[in-house]
């Protein structure tokens, strides 16, 4: 699903599988969102493929937190000069989770080569704000385009819903604070880790609104 002519979509919609949607930016760099499950990834490769593209043509791999279906194909990319960024603070929650946690995933002494913060981020001429996002997970991150007004949104808001805070290290009271924060970007694509985008500014704010009227009071 083209987004727009530098911003790809591949959306996960076979509902057997609990995999995350993947995303590509096509510019001077090129960078791939939450490249899912290591055992899915023939769906990303296969629309990577229609863009003459293949992994190793990928510059940058950015996780938008450490849940399996967001993040174990970077195995994909191990030995390879892609780099694996991920935020700061996920990465200390994955360590203190579980010794064994990426290893669990087939990432034995994984270790991304880029530790984000909140803050401008910039992908030689793409200028990006990583957000800190928590709720879903301690480090879970949400990337915001201006250029493009596109806000990759994991697993912290959806099309009508809200990540789950069920898991370790959610924290109900947090996730609202990120979707608050969130919705005062002005963001004209919502891209979201598991369901449908949401395309146009008044559907992204109702959205928001929506979410904020329904889901806030059970969280």
């Known amino acids: 699903m083209n987004i727009t002519d530098d911003l790809h979509a591949f959306l996960w919609l076979d509902p057997s599988t609990n995999n995350a949607n993947t995303y590509f930016i096509k510019g001077k760099k090129r960078i791939l969102i939450d490249p899912g499950h290591f055992s899915a990834f023939g769906h990303v490769r296969d629309h990577l493929t229609r863009l003459s593209l293949s992994p190793e043509d990928l510059d940058l791999v950015i996780i938008t937190h450490g849940h399996p279906d967001h993040m174990e ?5 191990t030995g ?9 603070s996920e990465m ?7 010794p064994n946690y990426a290893a669990a995933m087939g990432l034995t002494d994984f270790q991304p080569q880029l530790l984000l913060k909140e803050g401008d981020l910039m992908v030689d001429d793409m200028a990006f704000q990583v957000i800190h996002a928590p709720g879903h997970s301690p480090g879970s991150l949400c990337l915001y385009w201006p250029e493009t ?7 912290v808001v959806f099309n009508q819903g809200i990540g789950r805070v069920d898991l370790p290290g959610g924290d109900g009271e947090a996730l609202k604070q990120s979707i608050q924060k969130l919705s005062q970007l002005e963001v004209a ?3 979201p880790g598991h369901g449908d985008v949401v395309s146009g500014r008044e559907r992204v704010k109702a959205n928001f609104d929506s979410i904020q009227n329904l889901w806030f009071g059970y969280i």
């Open 73 to 77: 194909a970077v195995r994909v990319f």
């Open 80 to 88: 390879s000069s892609t780099l694996i960024a991920l935020h700061a």
């Open 92 to 98: 200390a929650y994955m360590k203190g989770l579980a």
């Open 149 to 155: 007004k596109a806000l990759f949104s994991g697993d």
């Open 189 to 191: 694509y919502l891209l």
